[in-house]
């Protein structure tokens, strides 16, 4: 939903989303966002929070303005992938991001812990009204792209993010093992069901390549292909495990990473029409 403030009320357009009753809700009003894409996967530990981080990366590369929502409430892993530790601040207008290294603004439960272990024991609904708050309070400012980090599975906060939030589509990570690739069916049914758009697939640890010798072993078989071939979605790019990337997270310094496996899904994602 390109260009869709969420706000149906003073629109004058008669799409979808106002004769369905939506639920869509709006940002605010010092926010021009034009793109939004929610990054999601079936199973916890296939590395969607690695791929939201690296497509922001590939995105600022290309000179875009890119912000990333950490909707993964219980789980949040990207500050830490970015070496952020400033806690959130606010003004009157609103929650404002941090922004990292290279521009790219981030919003996250993790910046607003007193200590970054805490964990987060609440219930589902108060969980899911955050990233509500994150959507509707934190001043981006203007944005090409607006990445969602969605926590694993079906539950609340992908539902409230598909409900709330004018997405033009979403992206589904996954590992090529077959229990992964059983679930991830789950978040392709559910984007079905709630008519939200696929723009594709992202296969994570799809290899690893000898230092030696430059052989790629699937290490975890070709579990995707099958996906791919079911749900006729498109398969946007094959990512490798790949030592460096590990250790550039864990140091917090992603925007360092020199690879560009995400180059093609970037593309693919800039290309996507609704
Ligand atoms: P998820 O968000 O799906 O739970 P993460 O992105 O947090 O998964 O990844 C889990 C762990 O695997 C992290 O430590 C991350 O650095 C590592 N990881 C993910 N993808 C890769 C990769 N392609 N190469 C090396 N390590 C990876």
Redesign the pocket.
Known sequence: MAGCGGNCESCSSNCGSKENGSLIEPTGIFNNIKHIVAVV?GK????????TSMLAVEMSRKGYKVGILDA?IT?P?IPKAFGIKDKALQNELGILPAETKTGIKIISVNMMLEQADAPVIWRGPVIAGLVKQFWQEVVWGDLDYLLI?CP?GTGDVPLTVFQTIPLDGIVI?TSPQDLVSLIVKKAFNMADMMNIPVIGMIE??SYVKCPDCGKEFSVFGNGSDSIVKETGSKLLAK?????N??KQ??MGVVELFEGDFLENAVNEIENFKK
């Open positions: 996967s916890g530990g296939v590395g969607k929070s690695t791929v993964d789980g892993s980090d694993p990570v994570n640890m990512m490798p495990i790949d030592v990337l590990a997270i864990d």
